[in-house]
Structures are given as structure tokens and as C-alpha cells.
């Protein structure tokens, strides 16, 4: 009876548990819907998160974070179906028995089971996402897609005595290679300068390009640039020469000069060729040009044969092998394609990239190009007498070849620029942007980019700077005369950069047709009165001598989107500057502008302002009406004294450039301050900045910059009696951060402060007096950082153990150390698995710095060891067998006065 009874007992309690579970869900309906909708938005919020940097670092997402946006749209869409059906029931009445109450607690159930799934969501996103914080594949080094090997057994041959007469033959002082474009003496001369043996016989390699454009002085300036060297505007001729001379001397140097228009005299670019040491070899159109320029040898380059131009043309069309069991009849007809190039690479490589695939492909295809081929009008515009119109039509087909007329339009954009021209890529997305042709950056360099690089119609490099990869974008002259061309003729844009034009011409200029002028790098001193172009969207007026707008020359420009008045003596704009209602891009760097009328800041559509180098000494309360501005660019305004606190109304800025602006923040409105100023709170209100670079006056306060969350990239700069011994611990909360530069800081230390900024790929401090060592900041367990420097550090001793810990910093790569003048090592030693992707360690001005560390010879990807010759000689070598392997890693940097280095 007691068992009984017992068991009836525990069936009621397990009846009353449930009813009591089944309450207790009912009542906390609201607060589970109400955490359900806080949850659906957190998803949503990390959604419009990884959206949003990937589109501002144009990259692609990983496969992992693909996957789970694909999962979260279904469980986000199911859970606010949900949560709208609680929503259309909650105003009802309930009790235990009514229908209602079973609507409540189906809602519950569903609730319940959809918080359920954002947990399995959000668990998900944990274990699978990358722990270094990378959402996005890196980015790709795009090079043409055909390979660099050089086709025809001419030129092989020529290859092969180009490399005796540099290496071998010393009676050979200059070679000059000359024939008309697209034949392959660019290519050429690349083999030899990317060439080991040229590389390990020279201490400099230098390859500038010169064209029809440049004078002494600009290319004394490319090779300062090239190797490095400070270049000032004032340096006469005979002084840049004086320096490269003593540069240059008693070492080895292979100079290229590639394009040679007219002959040069290289001993202005500090070269005497009668020293066995130098060598100079160069290429030209004009066989005479050699000739004038003393050429001892010379190679004259020849058409490809038909066999070898069919033999480049299949690697371009063709999968590796496809070719071999090809359709006689297809074979035939595009062996037929490839004769229409008549034996030139350029030619053959770019239309090559715009046939069909072969497996899939009727002759009817091949048929087709053929036919497009010959009805291409060969009447061309020759700008240069060499260029004949078969070479033209295999070039336009492969421009007509572009899927869409937005695509063709980016291509034509490149004839905007100067020949040989190194176009910024990013400068270039801008303006592509600001018309429409993109959406984003991302489709613009890792989708159009590619796209005209993998058509062989650009080059793109890619370079690094400051832990960025700068892509410089270089279209060939040939492409560069046929889409001015094609421009003018079917886009009605109209195209003279680096032209010697002194004047802006009405009669040429006022077209009403014109939708695009380009004139940069002009003489024009002088803009008329007025201008009557009413369809024009992009002018490019930059590098001209011109000092002032007239007025009416802006008020009949009705859709204008890009204007760029850059690098001109310009000291203000007209007041009709407001009728560009539709302008999105204004350019106004190096400018002599002192103040911005108000109508400026009526251009509510215009989405980037840069006018950084200019004279401006204030930016007013008017700028908050700019709603639509995306980057501001203010840095190097030495004379801006005063900017408005309305700066942080502009919620969609993404970027704000205040480097080295004689204006700097102070955390908050400064005591007895009778106008506000901007500062550093206002900044920190606007929260969609990714990229922010700023000069401080007064160290930053906890609780300041904490709200930056989405900032990828951080420059700061304190001014020189400013002392901020401890950063605060709020920069912990920049998760997203990728890059950050501090100048001026004079940390103490900050415990553990970097440690929690997983995406940091870069860091540079600078000037950092008091901080004695970096142990214990928490950078060796930063698995993203990717490059390091260290300067102007005067009291630190240490990098710390970690540096030689094989736990510590496992993917950096370069580390710079410069003008450390108490620090005496790296680490006491450097343990087996230690820096295991370290490539280049850089050491400059490090005077106590006399022993590496013993297992540093054990680093298998260490590439270079790179400093002074003084300092690698006076190294305190321990140990014989690490001496001598470390060597063959050293690379000597040549130290002159001034502390220049190259």
C-alpha cells in the first residue's frame, strides 16, 4: 500500500513539476521574446559587420564564414517569423483551457526552440571561425595570367648574349634594344633585371622608366625614389647628379632604362660608363636613339614567326595540353585568329584571353571572331607613326571582348593618365565609384581589376608600404593610345594627359558632347569665363599652373560627379561651386586654398574631400550639411588652426586623414575655451570610421576611445611635451583593428594592452623615450601580426624573450628596428620553432647592437638580414658555423651623409 501510495505521490510531483515548468514558460513569454528579438538583431549585427569589412578591405570571405552567413539567413528569417506571431497573439487573454492558451504556448515552444538554434548559430561561429580573427581570404598577387617566359627562338638567342655583354664582356658598357611596340623589349630587359645571376653580380639594380615626358630632373627623382634617397624640389641637375655619384661609387650598377624617346645623358644620373663597374642598357623605338646614346651593342627586335605566335597563343586560349587533340577544323580557324596578330606578343596575348573555351566551343564560335576581326575599322588615330591597324583590330577585339559596358568604361578610365603612369589603385576604384561603374571596392579590385588583368589588358603590381599592399596598376602604351581613341570616338570623352597643352582651348574643350576631360599635367595657366558642357561627369584639371576659377567657368557643368583640382596654385574656389548638385568626388590636395566658402559645403552628395597639403586654416560648422562624405582628407595642413565640433555629425564617415595637422585633439572641450573646437569625444562619435589617423595634445583618457569598434586602422600622433606613459585599457574594445602606428608616445608600458587585438597585422612604434622593453605588452601572442617596427626608442634596452620563444609571434614576418641606440639584442637566444615565418630582419643606427642570438641561423625562412656595412662588420661572431650561414643572408644598405640610406 506504501509502494502504492508512493508511486502516486511521484506521479502528482512529476505532474505539478511540469505544470509548474509549463507556467513558468507561459509567464516568461515577454521576457523570452524580448531576448529572442535582442539575439535576432546580435546576428544581424554580425552579419552587417563581416559585410561591412569586407567590402572596405575588398576581400573575399572564407568558405567557414560563407557558410554560416548562409546558415544564419534561414535561422534568422524562421526566427522572426516567430517572433511576429508572438507579437499578433500577445494582446490575447490566456487561461489553462482555452484555445488562446494553446496559441501561448506554441509560441513558447517556438520561442524557445528558436533561441535554441542562435545559440547552435552563435556556438558555431565560435569553434569554426579562425581564432586570429581573419574572416576574409588573403589578398591575391595578381599578376597576367600567361606566365613571364619569353616565346621565339630569336629571342631566346638575344636573351642569351644580353646576359654575356652585362655579366661578362667588360669592352660592353651600353646596349640599346629598339623596334616598334608590342614586339617584346620591355619583356626582354624584365628577364634580365629579374634575373639571379644579374641580381648577385650588381650591389644596384635600377630600372626606370623614362618615355617621351620626362626630362633630367624627373628622372634623377625616379631613381631617388627608387633606391630610396629623400628627394628635395630644390636640387639642381648637377647636385642630384653630385649625389647619385656618391652613391653609385666604387659599386657595381646595372641601370635599365626602359622607353627611351630621346637621348640622355647618364652621366647627369650619376653614371661615367667608362667604369667597368657600370652598365647601362636601354630600349628604344628609334634605332638612332641608340645609336646617339653610345651603344656598343645593339638588338634589333623581330615579329614572332607564325609557329611561335601560335605557340603563345594556345598558352593564353588554351588549358595546358587542350591543344594537342583539338578539332582539325577548329584548329584551323584558330590558327587563323592568331595570324590576324601578325607575329606580335601583345597582340597575341590579349586577344587570346577572349576566346571561348575549346571543349565547349563550335567552329561557329571560332567563325565568328574571325568575322569581328576584319570588320573592326582600321582607321585609328596614330599618335605614334609605328603603329599600324592590323596590330590595332586583335586590340579593340579584345577590349569589345568585355562582358559589360561598365567594365569597358573602367578600361578606358586608365587613358585618364599619363603614359607609363603607376595609377594608384585605390585613387583609381574612387573614381570609378564616384561614377557608378563599381558598387564597392571589392568589386572594383578584386573583381574588374582582375578581370582586366587576367585579359591581359593592365599589369598590376603589388607593393608594401607601411603593412599595406599598395596595388599600382600600368597599362601598355599601345592599349593607353587605343582607349584615348576608343574614348573620344564612342564615349565621347576626351583624353590629353601629359600632353604639352599650354591652354585651355574652348573651341576643342566646349563641346557639349563631352562626358569625360582629362588634362593632367598640363601647362594651363588660364580656365575661360565660361564653360558649356552640360553632359560632363568626370574633369581633370590636376598638376596644371592654374590660380583661380571664374566664376561662371563651374555654373552650366549641371552633372558633374568627379572634379579634381589637385597639386595647382588654386587659393579658392567660385561661389557657383554649389551648383554641382550631383558632384561625389572633389580633389583639392596641394592646393592653396585658405578657407572653404559655405556654398562648398552645400554639395550634400559628395562622398570624398580631400585637400590634404593645401593652406586651410579652418573647417567650419557648414560641414555637418556634407551628410553623404565617406572620407575626408585633411593631413600635412600645416596651417589649420580651428575645426568645428559639427564634424561629428558626418555618421557616414569611413575615413578621417588628420595627419600632421597644426590642429590637434585634446580628449574634451578644454577650461575657459571661449569657441569650441573639435575634439577627441567628437571623433569617437563616429562610429562607422574604419581608417582614422589624428594629432593629439593632451594624453587620451579612459573611457575615450572604447566606441571605435569598427576601426581597422590607427594612426596617432602626440605633440612633443605631450606624455602618455599608459594608453588606455578602452583600445582593448578596437577588435577589428589591423594596423597601428603611434608616434610620439612616450609609453612606460601598458600591461597586456595589445594582447586582445587578434586582427593587428602591423604595429609601429615610434619614439616611444621611456619604454625600456616590450615584454609584457602581449605582442608575441598576436597570431595575425605580420610585421613590426621598432624606432626612435632611446631607452630600450630589450625586444624581450619572447622574441626568442618558440610560442611567441608565429606569423611575423619582417621586424625593423631602427635608431635604438641602448638596445644590445634581440633575445638571449632564439629557440628551435621560434619566428617560424621571419623572412627580413632589419637593423639600422642600433649602435650597441653587436650579437645576434644564437640560434638565429636556424630560422628556415629567414630571407635577409638587411643593415649598414659599418654595422655588419663590427658583429661579435661567437659562433663560426652561424657566421657563415647567416652571410649568404646579409644584405649590404648603402649609407650616405644625412642619414640617407638606400
Excluded at 630644390?234 to 632604362?257: C, P, Q, T, W, Y
Aim: charge should be negative; aromatic fraction near 8%.
Amino acid at each position: 500500500m506504501d509502494s502504492i501510495s508512493g508511486k502516486v505521490k511521484e506521479i502528482i510531483s512529476n505532474r505539478l513539476q511540469a505544470i509548474a515548468k509549463e507556467i513558468k514558460h507561459l509567464t516568461s513569454v515577454p521576457n523570452d521574446a524580448q531576448h529572442l528579438r535582442v539575439e535576432i538583431d546580435h546576428v544581424k549585427g554580425i552579419v552587417d559587420h563581416i559585410n561591412s569589412r569586407l567590402s572596405w578591405k575588398g576581400r573575399q570571405p572564407l568558405a567557414v564564414v560563407s557558410i554560416w552567413v548562409s546558415t544564419q539567413e534561414q535561422i534568422v528569417q524562421s526566427a522572426e517569423e516567430v517572433f511576429l506571431q508572438y507579437v499578433e497573439n500577445k494582446h490575447r487573454r490566456f487561461c489553462c483551457c482555452c484555445p488562446h492558451c494553446f496559441l501561448v504556448k506554441r509560441s513558447s515552444r517556438k520561442i524557445r526552440n528558436a533561441l535554441a538554434e542562435i545559440d547552435d548559430l552563435l556556438k558555431m561561429k565560435d569553434s569554426d571561425f579562425p581564432k586570429n580573427g581573419d574572416l576574409e581570404e588573403p589578398p591575391e598577387r595578381l599578376m597576367p595570367p600567361m606566365g613571364k617566359e619569353l616565346v621565339g627562338a630569336f629571342v631566346q638567342e638575344k636573351l642569351s648574349e644580353l646576359e654575356t655583354w652585362v655579366l661578362e664582356d667588360d669592352s660592353v658598357r651600353v646596349v640599346g634594344v629598339y623596334g616598334m611596340p608590342g614586339l617584346g623589349k620591355t619583356s626582354l630587359l624584365k628577364q634580365i633585371n629579374n634575373n639571379v645571376k644579374v641580381i648577385n653580380f650588381f650591389k644596384l639594380v635600377i630600372w626606370v622608366t623614362v618615355s617621351g615626358e620626362s626630362d633630367i630632373s624627373a628622372l634623377q627623382r625616379r631613381i631617388f625614389e627608387t633606391i630610396e634617397l629623400p628627394w628635395r624640389s630644390n636640387l639642381s641637375i648637377d647636385e642630384a647628379a653630385g649625389v647619385l655619384l656618391s652613391v653609385f661609387k666604387e659599386r657595381r650598377l646595372l641601370l635599365i632604362l626602359d622607353d627611351v624617346r630621346r637621348s640622355i645623358d647618364v652621366s647627369n644620373l650619376g653614371i661615367s660608363v667608362s667604369e667597368n663597374t657600370k652598365k647601362v642598357v636601354l630600349t628604344s623605338r628609334d634605332k638612332e636613339v641608340c645609336s646617339s646614346m653610345r651603344a656598343d651593342k645593339m638588338i634589333a627586335m623581330k615579329h614572332l614567326t607564325e609557329e611561335e605566335g601560335w605557340d603563345l597563343f594556345c598558352r593564353g586560349a588554351f588549358v595546358a595540353g587542350e591543344d594537342q587533340n583539338m578539332d582539325s577544323e577548329i584548329e584551323q580557324l584558330a590558327r587563323s585568329v592568331a595570324k590576324e596578330c601578325k607575329g606580335h606578343p601583345l597582340a597575341i596575348k590579349t586577344l587570346a584571353r577572349t576566346t571561348p573555351p575549346l571543349h565547349s566551343t563550335a567552329p561557329s564560335a571560332w567563325e565568328n571572331i574571325l568575322k569581328e576581326l576584319k570588320e573592326i575599322d582600321p582607321q585609328f588615330h596614330r599618335i605614334h607613326e609605328e603603329i599600324l591597324s592590323e596590330l590595332f583590330k586583335p586590340l579593340k577585339h579584345s577590349y569589345d571582348a568585355l562582358e559589360t559596358d561598365e567594365l569597358r568604361l573602367c578600361f578606358l578610365y586608365l587613358a585618364a593618365y599619363r603614359e607609363h603612369e603607376e595609377i594608384d589603385a585605390d585613387q583609381l576604384i574612387q573614381l570609378w565609384l564616384a561614377e557608378g561603374l563599381v558598387k564597392s571596392r571589392f568589386e572594383g579590385r578584386y573583381v574588374f581589376l582582375k578581370i582586366l588583368a587576367d585579359r591581359c589588358l593592365v599589369d598590376i603590381e603589388v607593393k608594401e608600404e607601411n603593412g599595406h599592399d599598395i596595388w599600382k596598376v600600368k597599362i601598355h602604351d599601345l592599349l593607353r593610345d587605343m582607349a584615348v581613341h576608343i574614348a573620344e570616338i564612342d564615349q565621347k570623352s576626351l583624353f590629353r594627359a601629359g600632353q604639352s597643352l599650354t591652354e585651355f582651348r574652348y573651341s576643342l574643350f566646349a563641346n557639349p558632347q563631352w562626358v569625360r576631360i582629362s588634362l593632367i599635367h598640363k601647362r594651363i595657366s588660364f580656365l575661360p569665363d565660361k564653360f558649356v558642357c552640360r553632359k560632363l561627369m568626370t574633369l581633370l584639371l590636376n598638376s596644371n599652373t592654374i590660380e583661380e576659377v571664374p566664376e561662371g567657368f563651374l555654373d552650366k557643368l549641371d552633372m558633374l560627379m568627379v572634379l579634381d583640382l589637385s597639386n595647382t596654385p588654386i587659393k579658392f574656389l567660385p561661389k557657383s561651386i554649389y551648383l554641382l548638385n550631383n558632384l561625389k568626388y572633389l580633389q583639392l590636395s596641394n592646393t592653396q586654398i585658405r578657407v572653404l566658402h559655405d556654398q562648398t559645403f552645400e554639395l550634400n552628395r559628395v562622398q570624398f574631400l580631400d585637400l590634404s597639403f593645401s593652406l586651410l586654416i579652418t573647417i567650419q560648422s557648414m560641414i555637418k550639411e556634407m551628410k553623404s562624405l565617406q572620407i575626408l582628407k585633411l593631413a600635412h595642413c600645416y596651417d589649420l588652426e580651428f575645426v568645428s565640433p559639427d564634424i561629428s555629425q558626418l555618421t557616414s564617415l569611413e575615413e578621417l586623414d588628420m595627419w600632421k595637422t597644426l590642429f590637434a585633439f585634446s580628449p574634451e572641450l578644454e577650461t575657459g575655451e571661449e569657441i569650441k573646437k573639435a575634439s577627441l569625444q567628437d571623433i569617437c562619435k563616429l562610429h562607422r570610421l574604419k581608417r582614422l589617423r589624428l594629432t593629439l595634445k593632451s594624453p587620451i583618457e579612459e573611457r575615450t576611445v572604447g566606441n571605435l569598434v569598427e576601426l581597422q586602422e590607427l594612426w596617432l600622433l602626440w605633440m612633443p611635451q605631450v606624455r602618455q606613459t599608459h594608453l588606455p585599457t578602452d583600445m582593448r574594445a578596437m577588435h577589428n583593428l589591423e594596423k597601428l602606428h603611434l608616434y610620439d608616445c612616450h609609453l612606460e608600458g601598458t600591461p597586456d594592452l595589445f594582447s586582445e587585438l587578434q586582427n593587428l597585422n602591423y604595429i609601429k612604434l615610434k619614439s616611444s623615450n621611456l619604454l625600456l622593453t616590450l615584454s609584457g605588452l602581449g605582442l608575441g601572442r598576436l597570431s595575425s601580426l605580420k610585421e613590426m617596427e621598432i624606432e626612435e626608442c632611446l631607452l630600450l634596452t630589450e625586444l624581450g624573450e619572447e622574441f626568442g620563444r618558440k610560442d611567441c609571434f608565429p606569423r611575423l614576418r619582417k621586424l625593423k628596428l631602427w635608431m635604438l641606440p641602448s638596445l644590445e639584442s634581440l633575445s638571449t637566444s632564439v629557440e628551435e620553432g621560434a619566428l617560424p615565418m621571419l623572412q627580413t630582419l632589419a637593423i639600422f643606427h642600433c649602435m650597441k647592437f653587436k650579437v645576434l642570438p644564437c640560434g638565429l641561423d636556424n630560422l628556415k625562412s629567414l630571407e635577409q638580414i638587411r643593415g649598414y656595412k659599418e654595422w655588419w662588420n663590427e658583429i661579435n661572431w661567437e659562433d663560426e658555423v652561424m657566421k657563415n650561414h647567416l652571410y649568404g643572408k646579409y644584405v649590404e644598405i648603402v649609407q650616405i651623409r644625412d642619414n640617407c640610406h638606400v
